[in-house]
């Protein structure tokens, strides 16, 4: 193999795994996202006088 051909298949590796790296980075910032947004819906949706009181009549 010729160095031409040895550098230009090292920098297409390099190349791929910086892409991975850079879409894990992007999912990883888009579920922390998402998990900051269900923790404050979830801090919203809560109401501590709801299920206090039970009124049965039969």
């Known amino acids: 193999m010729d160095i031409a051909a040895l550098s230009v298949s090292l920098t297409q590796s390099n190349l791929s795994q ?3 790296i850079s879409v894990l ?8 996202e998402q ?3 269900l923790v404050k819906m979830m801090e919203l949706s809560v109401q501590p006088n ?8 039969v």
């Open 18 to 20: 910086a892409v991975g």
């Open 25 to 32: 980075k992007m999912a990883t910032e888009q579920s922390t």
């Open 35 to 37: 998990v900051q947004q």
């Open 50 to 57: 709801l299920g206090g009181n039970l009124d049965i009549s």
